[in-house]
Nanobody
Framework: QVQLVESGGGLVQPGGSLRLSCAAS????????AGWYRQAPGKERELVAG???????NYADSVKGRFTISRDNAKNTVYLQMNSLKPEDTAVYYC??????????????WGQGTQVTVSS
């Protein structure tokens, strides 16, 4: 069974930092494209940051210069470093990835989500 498990969310004051992790488990051969999304109450889910298999990245304008997406292929893990957090960053953050297994089947998976709350 292939799945993504997120961790690292929590409560942080404005201006603070958090690092989210998204670990793939199962018979993983590689993670292809991956991304972090977020959904605030009453709003649609939006792409925050994405990363390709060769490390190319893209960011939503609202987080450019503050958030950094990265990956550790040896650990089958994708990270989101969030700095200079603002109250408007408050949301449930989801990881999504296209995962290739050792038995040559590719899955599109979502994590369960992790809550990030930015408040004083």
């Amino acid at each position: 069974q292939v799945q993504l498990v997120e961790s690292g969310g929590g409560l942080v004051q404005p201006g603070g930092s958090l690092r989210l992790s998204c670990a793939a488990s199962g018979r993983i051969f590689s993670i292809n494209v991956a991304g972090w999304y977020r959904q605030a109450p009453g709003k649609e889910r939006e792409l925050v940051a994405g990363i390709t298999s060769d490390g190319s990245t893209n960011y939503a304008d609202s987080v450019k210069g503050r958030f950094t997406i990265s990956r550790d292929n040896a650990k089958n893990t994708v990270y989101l470093q969030m700095n200079s957090l603002k109250p408007e960053d408050t949301a449930v953050y989801y990881c999504s990835a296209v995962i290739r297994t050792t038995y040559a089947v590719t899955y599109d998976r979502w994590g369960q989500g992790t809550q990030v709350t930015v408040s004083s």
